[in-house]
């Protein structure tokens, strides 16, 4: 899966292609055109924004690479950049990738049957020098702090997330699942799981075995698949469950209540849907 040709090929396809130029893409830092800066130079640097959206698009495009073969297997297609009015998916607001029913960009929300939110990133550090990206060290020589290890990047999925389930209906139904090229930080192992249990997301999934640092969650929601093959049984594995989200903060008493109502079968599909009706009943 991801790797260090990953990350050259990236730099060497923005300046060829003529995307961006050395400035856009590397720190002037004490002669050298570097990624990052290095763990050795303390001064203050202005951040590099300027090839995040090359970044994203070149990501998009790789994850879609990565999963087509998945989903054709599945019966369905990996497709970028969806727009999904019931999901609150316009044109400024795409999704990243989808497992949809059709290669159509414009989805209705019931034709989406998982969707990918991307947070990958240059993970190591490398030196343009005569021409040609070198690479200079791994993610632990320099200072910056790609993919999964930003914390804007863990909440700011979660939040779109949480705004994608709050859309509609349909949405409590489709399973979502964040991806990055990095591992997490110690601060976000607990809150990946928890952010799982409650449903919020299905799955946080690294995408670059070859960190060398925490491979999974406690509970295994945030997780570090080793090759394609045990990502595609994850995913399979996510697409077999019929699942729904739901969120509650009722008292114990509307929550008695609400159980005691629908303990009339034995069915439990039928006594799935009985408890979230109840449960709707109760905040109104």
Sequence with gaps: MWQIEDEI????????GGF???????????GKSLAYAPKSIKKTIVTLQSRNSLMGSYTEIWCEKLLAPLARELGLYAVRGVICKELGMVRNAKMDLGFCTSEDKIQ????????????????NNYELKNGKVEFVG???????????????????????????????EDAKKIP?????NTHI????????????????????????????????????H????????????????????????????????KLGQAIKKI????????????????????YQ
Excluded at 9 to 16: E, I, R, V
Excluded at 176 to 180: A, F, N, S
């Design 222 to 253: 945030f997780c570090t698949p080793q090759n394609s093959k045990e990502l595609k049984e994850i995913l399979k594995g996510i697409l077999k469950q019929k699942l729904y989200y739901f969120s509650a903060m009722i008292s114990k008493e």
């Design 20 to 30: 961006a130029s050395a400035k856009d893409l590397f720190y002037e830092l004490n």
């Design 138 to 168: 791994d993610h632990t020589t320099h200072r910056g702090s790609p993919s999964l290890l930003r914390s804007d990047s863990v909440l700011k999925a979660a939040g779109k997330a949480i705004n994608t389930r709050l859309s509609c």
């Design 185 to 220: 930080s110690d601060y976000y192992l607990d809150k990946a799981d928890n952010l799982a249990q409650y449903g919020v997301v299905q799955k946080i999934i690294s995408l670059n075995p070859h960190t060398g640092d925490t491979k999974s969650s406690p509970l295994n």
């Design 108 to 123: 209705r929300v019931e034709n989406i049957k998982m969707i990918f939110e991307i947070k990958m990133s240059i993970t």
């Design 263 to 282: 303990s009339k079968t034995d069915d439990e599909i039928e006594l799935a849907e009985n408890f979230l009706n109840e449960l709707k009943k109760a």
């Design 9 to 16: 090929n990236f730099f060497k396809s923005a300046l060829s």
């Design 176 to 180: 979502i699942v964040i991806l990055g």
